[in-house]
T-cell receptor, first 114, second 114 residues
Framework: AQSVTQLDSHVSVSEGTPVLLRCNYS??????LFWYVQHPNKGLQLLLK??????LVKGINGFEAEFKKSETSFHLTKPSAHMSDAAEYFC????????????FGTGTRLKVLA | ETGVTQTPRHLVMGMTNKKSLKCEQH?????MYWYKQSAKKPLELMFV???????ENNSVPSRFSPECPNSSHLFLHLHTLQPEDSALYLC?????????????FGPGTRLTVL
């Protein structure tokens, strides 16, 4: 069985400071992991994905995430927050063999303060 | 048009109305999905079509009826809905059978049931 936990429902950062959004997963096999972003009244946009290649994954808009098997974590980071990063972020876990079974986290709402 | 499109973007309907949501993907994918996104709840997978066959129906009430006439189009027919069905309905597509099925989402239809 798989599950995913986003540890913070809300995160606030000041513009120009680092962003850290935390995600822990549980899986009986090596999963695929994704981060999606959802801006208000928009659909979900893929930020990045991990599929058992490099453990440090770079995504769009300066985001990256590191897969840490020992900690069962896949935290999302960005060195410097921009106002346009304010959105909701979803961590997703999926089996590695390409089925359609996405398991979504409950989301983290990121607020960026001027 | 590129990516995944959904129409209408907003829909208000009474409980006795019949309406349909439309999704179209321009990515050459062979799997399509309907999700429901309600406030303060995780995304709920409703239906999955792979190669135009329904492969998943997550205990969705019969007042929601999906239709997939071809690999590029997906509909969700609605009738006698309840106010608790008000939500954002998201469509997604992917290329099933790959190493990792990355899902690409449309912008959603915001449904309000009066």
């Amino acid at each position: 069985a798989q599950s995913v936990t986003q540890l913070d429902s809300h995160v606030s950062v000041s513009e120009g400071t680092p962003v850290l959004l935390r995600c822990n997963y549980s899986s009986s096999y090596s999963p695929s992991l994704f981060w999606y972003v959802q801006h208000p009244n928009k659909g979900l946009q893929l930020l990045l994905k991990y599929t058992s290649a490099a453990t440090l994954v770079k995504g769009i808009n300066g985001f990256e995430a590191e897969f840490k098997k020992s900690e069962t974590s896949f935290h999302l980071t960005k060195p410097s927050a921009h106002m346009s990063d304010a959105a909701e972020y979803f961590c997703v876990v999926s089996p590695p063999w390409g089925t359609y079974k996405y398991i979504f986290g409950t989301g983290t709402r990121l607020k960026v303060l001027a | 048009e590129t990516g995944v499109t959904q129409t209408p973007r907003h829909l208000v309907m009474g409980m006795t109305n019949k309406k349909s949501l439309k999704c179209e993907q321009h990515l050459g994918h062979n799997a399509m999905y309907w999700y429901k996104q309600s406030a303060k709840k995780p995304l709920e997978l409703m239906f999955v079509y792979s190669l135009e066959e329904r492969v998943e129906n997550n205990s969705v009430p019969s007042r929601f009826s999906p239709e997939c006439p071809n690999s590029s189009h997906l509909f969700l027919h609605l009738h006698t809905l309840q106010p608790e069905d008000s939500a954002l309905y998201l469509c997604a597509s992917s290329q099933a059978g790959g190493v990792t099925d990355t899902q690409y989402f449309g912008p959603g239809t915001r449904l309000t049931v009066l």
